[in-house]
């Protein structure tokens, strides 16, 4: 029963099937309260990920576990377990509905953050569409 329930919230397969297309373009601000903590982007069929400056200059929230470094900037093909799991499992009947009301490809990375990925019960992070 568990495994079901498990694979009904989040397909093991799906992962597989997600591809970011090379014409998407998408930023994201991700905010802890008022905080800024950092910017993720695509472009290219890239990710990439960076510290505000605001939560680089301050020291009483930890960085991400995905993102130790907070001066670096990180860049992947694939897109971080810490925003991939926005995402929700796409068998959830509530979910296939909201995609064919909104025409949303159930492949496309992309869209699939931008539309699911704003809140999570996994986290007390923000994730918001720049533009």
Known sequence: MLNWITKFLKNEEQESKLIVPLSASAKFELKYGA???GYLKVADGKWTFTYSEDFRSQDSIDVLTD???KNRVYQSDNL??????????????QIRSI????????NNEVDLLK????????????????Y
């Open 35 to 37: 905080l800024p903590i």
């Open 67 to 69: 993102f130790p470094d």
């Open 80 to 93: 971080w377990p810490f925003f991939a799991h926005r995402i929700p499992g796409l068998g959830q009947p």
């Open 99 to 106: 995609m064919e009301k909104e025409n949303i490809n159930e």
């Open 115 to 130: 539309r699911f990925g704003r809140k999570t019960i996994a986290n007390p992070f923000e994730l918001a569409t720049s």
